[in-house]
T-cell receptor, first 113, second 115 residues
Framework: RKEVEQDPGPFNVPEGATVAFNCTYSNSASQSFFWYRQDCRKEPKLLMSVYSSGNEDGRFTAQLNRASQYISLLIRDSKLSDSATYLCVVNMGGGTGGFKTIFGAGTRLFVKA | GAVVSQHPSWVICKSGTSVKIECRSLDFQATTMFWYRQFPKQSLMLMATSNEGSKATYEQGVEKDKFLINHASLTLSTLTVTSAHPEDSSFYIC???????????FGPGTRLTVL
C-alpha cells in the first residue's frame, strides 16, 4: 500500500462546478498535511495547509480526518485556471527518524468552458 | 512569501559531463533542503535530504557518488550530477524547509537534457 494515495483522475468538470479530491495516508504518526498545486512543467506551489478543524481559503476548503487518515480538498465555482495537478503532501518525523515528506501521485483536474 | 530560486532553469549537456544545479532560499534560512526528480507524467520522487553542515541523506536507490550534494550555507544547496547519461534527463526540483516551520517551498526546477 502506498504511503499517500490519491485518485489520479483526471477529473473533467465544467466551469462553475464543485469538485472534491480525496487523499488517504497510511502512517498514523504523520504530523502535518498540505495540498500543493502543480501546473504542467512547473514546480509544486503550496495551496494550503490542512487542519482537523478545517481550513478555508476563498473557493478552496481543506479538511483532515485523523481517525480515518483522510484528507480532502473541495474546490467551489471552478475556474479554467484551476486546471492543474493537485498533490496531497504528508510530513512525518523530526527527531531521530528525521523529517520526511511524502507526496501523493497527484490528481489531475481539467476545468472546461 | 518565501522564495526559492534554482539555477540554471534548463541545461543541455553531453553524456559524460557533470552538471551543477544551485538551490537558494532568498528570504529565509533553510537548514534543510530537499532534492527531487520528476519524470514526465510521474510524481515527484525524493532523491535526498540536504542538511547544512552535514552529509546529505540519500533515498534508497539514489547513488550518492553520482548525485553529489553540498549544503554549505543556510541559504544554498547544490546538486551535481556527475558523468551524466541520457537516463538522467529529468526535471530536478529543490525545496527548502523554512527553519522553525514545516512547510516546504519549491524552486522553479531545472530541466536537464543529456544528449
Amino acid at each position: 500500500r502506498k504511503e499517500v494515495e490519491q485518485d489520479p483522475g483526471p477529473f473533467n468538470v465544467p466551469e462553475g462546478a464543485t469538485v472534491a479530491f480525496n487523499c488517504t495516508y497510511s502512517n498514523s504518526a504523520s504530523q502535518s498535511f498540505f495540498w500543493y498545486r502543480q501546473d504542467c512543467r512547473k514546480e509544486p506551489k503550496l495551496l494550503m495547509s490542512v487542519y482537523s478543524s478545517g481550513n478555508e481559503d476563498g473557493r478552496f476548503t481543506a479538511q483532515l480526518n485523523r481517525a480515518s487518515q483522510y484528507i480532502s480538498l473541495l474546490i467551489r465555482d471552478s475556474k479554467l485556471s484551476d486546471s492543474a495537478t493537485y498533490l496531497c503532501v504528508v510530513n512525518m518525523g523530526g527527531g531521530t527518524g528525521g523529517f520526511k515528506t511524502i507526496f501523493g501521485a497527484g490528481t489531475r483536474l481539467f476545468v472546461k468552458a | 512569501g518565501a522564495v526559492v530560486s534554482q539555477h540554471p532553469s534548463w541545461v543541455i549537456c553531453k553524456s559524460g559531463t557533470s552538471v551543477k544545479i544551485e538551490c537558494r532560499s532568498l528570504d529565509f534560512q533553510a537548514t534543510t533542503m530537499f532534492w527531487y526528480r520528476q519524470f514526465p507524467k510521474q510524481s515527484l520522487m525524493l532523491m535526498a535530504t540536504s542538511n547544512e553542515g552535514s552529509k546529505a541523506t540519500y533515498e534508497q536507490g539514489v547513488e550518492k557518488d553520482k548525485f553529489l550534494i553540498n549544503h554549505a550555507s543556510l541559504t544554498l544547496s547544490t546538486l551535481t550530477v556527475t558523468s551524466a547519461h541520457p537516463e538522467d534527463s529529468s526535471f530536478y526540483i529543490c525545496s527548502a524547509l523554512q527553519d522553525g516551520a514545516d512547510t516546504q517551498y519549491f524552486g522553479p526546477g531545472t530541466r536537464l537534457t543529456v544528449l
